[in-house]
């Protein structure tokens, strides 16, 4: 069978273009994914919520004092998910607390511009149950709207699991995200950010399955609460 160079040649030159656009495109793709994962919202707001972790990191912390001195809100909440009876901190659990405000007093933070909220979470799944303790609180103290502070691509999931509690108590929460192991423009280019997209897929995944967070609130972006903040 005779082969038609000219059409081959076209088809080569054709697929070629194709591979050299998807190629071209795939930053544009990855970060649109990563930005649905890790939403940033720029309101300002009643309160920064810090969310939960069993230990303070440096850069969640500086962030969210940052948020502060920029006027994005008036008080920083820190949340600490509370330690079982056999994974307690030797020497400074009870006394942790009392540390990070200091440390926060340090940077400059007054008293009242800050709390420290110790979560009693027993099981699974964690990210909800806080969600479960935090809200509610929030509520009996006069918030009503939130900038969460969360980590990376950790934001989707915690963003959508604190806003279907905030809901029925008109509570509107802002998402803020914080890259402290990679950046969010080259995040395909790291084994850390790899890692922590491809984990946080699949936990919110687990989420969806599960009927923790029903699909409708996938692409939800919460009641359009008026802004009272800073007034």
């Known amino acids: 069978m005779k082969v038609n160079r000219t059409a081959v040649s076209r088809l080569l030159l054709t697929l070629g273009f194709l591979i050299l656009g998807l190629l ?5 793709a990855l970060m649109g994914l990563a930005r649905f994962l890790a ?6 707001a009643d309160a920064v919520v810090v969310e939960g972790g069993q230990t303070v990191k440096d850069g969640v912390m500086m962030a969210g004092v940052s948020l502060i001195r920029e006027g994005r809100a008036r008080q920083l909440i820190i949340v ?7 994974e307690r901190l030797f020497a400074i659990q009870d006394i942790y607390p009392d540390l990070i405000g200091k440390a926060l007093e340090d940077l400059g933070l007054k008293k009242d511009q800050y709390q420290i909220w110790e979560a009693l979470i027993d099981g699974h799944p964690i990210t909800l149950e806080e969600a479960r303790y935090v809200v509610p609180r929030l509520y009996r103290s006069g918030i009503r709207n939130a900038v ?3 980590q990376g691509f950790h ?3 915690s963003l959508l699991a604190y806003q279907i509690q905030g809901d ?3 509570i509107r929460f802002i998402p803020y995200s914080f890259f402290p192991y990679y950046d969010l423009d080259s995040w395909w280019k790291t084994t850390d950010g790899l890692e ?3 984990s946080q897929i699949i936990k919110l995944g687990y989420y969806l399955c599960k009927g923790y967070i029903p699909l409708t609130y996938l692409f939800y972006s919460g009641p359009q609460i008026p802004d009272n903040s800073l007034r």
């Open 148 to 150: 969460l502070l969360c």
């Open 155 to 157: 934001t989707r999931r």
């Open 39 to 44: 939403p940033q919202g720029a309101e300002k």
């Open 24 to 28: 071209a495109a795939a930053p544009a």
């Open 168 to 170: 029925p108590l008109g």
């Open 196 to 198: 922590e997209f491809g």
């Open 80 to 86: 600490l998910q509370g330690y079982s009876q056999k």
